[in-house]
């Protein structure tokens, strides 16, 4: 394959070895995965152990201190076991709950809650939706009143991603008025009395992954554990979005490019009427839209990544990878499961389930609408 020079050698080495690791340990254990509706937890204190939950943080709480093209190279590869949904598990330990910890959490906390999540030994989701709100955010319900030393939590978070196994939830919580400026960030640890897993959701795809209904009900949560300033809880938020668009849209390329590869694959090896597959014009032409939107796809999110590297803001740009990726994972693997005929309608074949899996990117993390009202904001053209 020829060398992408958006990468280092660096980069190109510890590909090298995220690759052989997956390729090893993970891979084999996806099916097991999937079919037992969720990855195993112990995965997690084996990334912790190989230093790869804290790629972006800083050394002072066991991470790496690389560059975000180092993050990407660890989507990439993680994405390679065919199991998306454990690779958004690991996605929203790394990228999706503890940015905002990084980002504004006070050092106590970090030093308490990032530096376990980076050894793998405490699990984290990221609770914003509601059962009644979701893209909506800014209007949660889910109420944290202030008693003494701690608040008072009551009300319950819908579609949580490792909700089931975690053991800290970062969570968005209504501590004063109504709207935006009336929210906080607050860590609740999943011991607490008055926290439980309402029920693990049944979903289309993503498998390899849990996702539930958790409900606090009079869970007394210590003030301490408010990641940056009472009703700034947007703000600490929006710190950590640019990474979680930017590793929805990689795991929505790596899934198209998978599915690519297998169609490539499958084409080259099926014959009907004598020829291979790939020899009919109105397949192999698919193949050639599958990598051209992939390229374009990936180089958005490449683009948007060097701008964050460069220390830029790049909410447009991070908007519009994910919103562009999201959409063209559907496509890709439509015409994926079409080239595999009857076969990709079955659950053996692996592009039966990326078909299911890329159907939420452009759900979770924001729907491709919101994130085209996003750009049209940063055009400054918000109606
Ligand atoms: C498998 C899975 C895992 C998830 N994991 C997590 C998680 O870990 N943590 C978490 O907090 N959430 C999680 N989510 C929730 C996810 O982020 C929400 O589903 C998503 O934000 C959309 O919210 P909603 O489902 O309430 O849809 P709604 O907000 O009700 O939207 C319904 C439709 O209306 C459209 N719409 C809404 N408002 C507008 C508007 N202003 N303009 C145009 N169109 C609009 C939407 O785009 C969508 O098409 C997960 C969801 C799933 C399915």
Redesign the pocket.
């Known amino acids: 394959m020829a060398k992408d020079y958006f990468f280092n050698e660096e980069h190109d080495m510890f590909r090298e070895s995220v690759r052989r690791f997956v390729q090893k340990e993970i891979t084999p254990r996806i099916d097991e995965w999937e079919e037992k509706g969720c990855y195993d937890r112990a995965i997690f204190n084996r990334l912790g152990e190989l230093d790869l939950l804290g790629l972006k943080y800083p050394e002072e709480y066991g991470g790496a201190n690389a560059d975000i093209k180092t993050s990407i190279v660890f989507w990439e590869e993680l994405s390679r076991c065919g199991g998306l949904g454990f690779v958004m598990s690991v996605m929203?330990q790394t990228d999706m709950a503890t940015p905002s910890l990084a980002h504004a959490g006070s050092h106590e906390l970090k030093q308490k809650f990032l530096t376990g999540a980076i050894r793998g030994e405490k699990l984290f989701?990221?609770?914003?939706?509601e059962p009644d709100?979701?893209?909506?955010a800014a209007s949660i319900k889910t109420r944290a009143v202030a008693e003494g030393d701690f608040y008072r939590v009551n009300g319950a978070?819908m579609?949580?991603?490792n909700g089931t196994q975690a053991d800290v939830i970062n969570c968005v919580v209504r501590t004063g008025g109504p709207g935006s400026k009336g929210v906080s960030l607050l860590l609740i640890e999943t011991d607490t009395p008055g926290f439980s897993v309402g029920r693990k959701l049944n979903?289309m795809g993503?498998h390899s992954s849990d996702?539930a209904e958790l409900i606090f009900e009079d869970c007394m949560v210590p003030r301490e554990n408010l990641v940056g300033e009472e009703n700034k809880g947007f703000y600490a938020l929006m710190g950590g979005l640019e990474m979680e668009r930017l590793s929805g849209a990689a795991l929505s390329y790596m899934g198209a490019t998978l599915a690519m590869e297998e169609s490539i694959r499958y084409a080259t090896e099926r014959t009907q009427f004598g020829k291979p597959l790939m020899s009919f014009q109105v397949l192999n032409h698919m193949i050639a839209d599958m990598a051209t939107e992939i390229e374009a796809g990936k180089r958005l999110a490449y683009h948007a990544a060097s701008m964050y590297d460069a220390g830029q803001r790049c909410n447009k740009e991070v908007s519009m990878a994910k919103y562009y990726c999201s959409e063209l994972a559907k496509r890709v693997c439509d015409r994926a499961v079409q080239i595999h005929g009857g076969y990709g309608y079955m659950r053996e074949f692996l592009v039966e389930r990326l078909y299911r899996d890329v159907r939420?990117y452009s759900?979770?993390?924001?729907?491709?609408?919101?994130q085209k009202?996003v750009i049209l904001a940063e055009m400054g053209l918000r109606v």
């Open positions: 929203v989701s990221i609770g914003i939706t709100y979701g893209s909506d978070k579609f949580i991603t979903k993503n996702t939420l759900i979770g993390g924001g729907t491709s609408e919101i009202n």
